[in-house]
């Protein structure tokens, strides 16, 4: 990995074939040549994410406030697993890559998994750059974080097919199950919001009486 030469330019060109041209993005895109270069580019969308992160903190629009001093310290700690975490989930997600190309009769091998997790984690800063809406709203936060996460799915489609060579059918399957999945997570947080905002409400009724 030190031999690695970090090419931002080709990181940038391939993160923008990924999200606006994804179909022709994975026919293409190499399968082999070492682990090196995915964790160089998750590493890389780890800290633009973790960069975000520390922003919004900083200027309070963080999910969990912040603002300030105290803002900065929660911002330091969410850039340092940001990377961390992006690192992780490359092979995280190239080990579920992996299981939902197995069952759709796709390449088994890891490497190429773990490739085009890291391709998929493209949406990685994108999510860290709107979490500001939770800021304003959480409402609002969920919604735009439902939509980033219907889109992912939308990759994860064509890099199956196009990518992996999964057969078209199953892997449209696979696609309706994690769409299932994310509009579960969706309205579960919607009520869980809900139940806390309710609880948080009464307290401060009882503490007035």
Not at 8 to 14: D, S, T, V
């Amino acid at each position: 990995m030190s031999n690695e030469t970090i090419d931002l330019q080709k990181i940038f060109r391939e993160t923008t074939e990924t999200l606006l041209n994804p179909k022709e993005y994975f026919s293409s895109m190499p399968l082999e040549g070492g682990y090196a270069e995915p964790i160089i580019k998750a590493a890389i969308y780890g800290v633009v994410a973790g960069l975000f992160a520390l922003l919004w903190s900083l200027l309070g629009f963080s999910p969990t406030g912040g603002g300030g001093i105290w803002g900065g310290a929660v911002g330091v700690m969410a850039l340092i697993w940001s990377v961390v975490g992006a690192i992780a989930t490359a092979f995280i997600g190239g080990a579920l890559m992996a299981v939902i190309s197995i069952i759709c009769g796709g390449n088994r091998d890891l490497e190429a998994n773990v490739r085009v997790a890291s391709s998929l984690m493209a949406v990685y800063p994108i999510r860290a750059f709107l979490a500001f809406m939770y800021g304003i709203s959480f409402e609002l936060g969920g919604i735009v974080g439902l939509g980033i996460s219907l889109y992912c799915v939308y990759l994860i489609y064509h890099a199956a097919i196009e990518a992996l060579k999964g057969r078209e059918t199953s892997v449209k399957i696979a696609a309706i199950v994690l769409v299932v999945f994310a509009l579960i997570g969706f309205y579960g947080g919607k009520e869980v919001y809900k139940t806390l905002e309710d609880n948080s409400d009464m307290f401060q009724e009882e503490q007035v009486d």
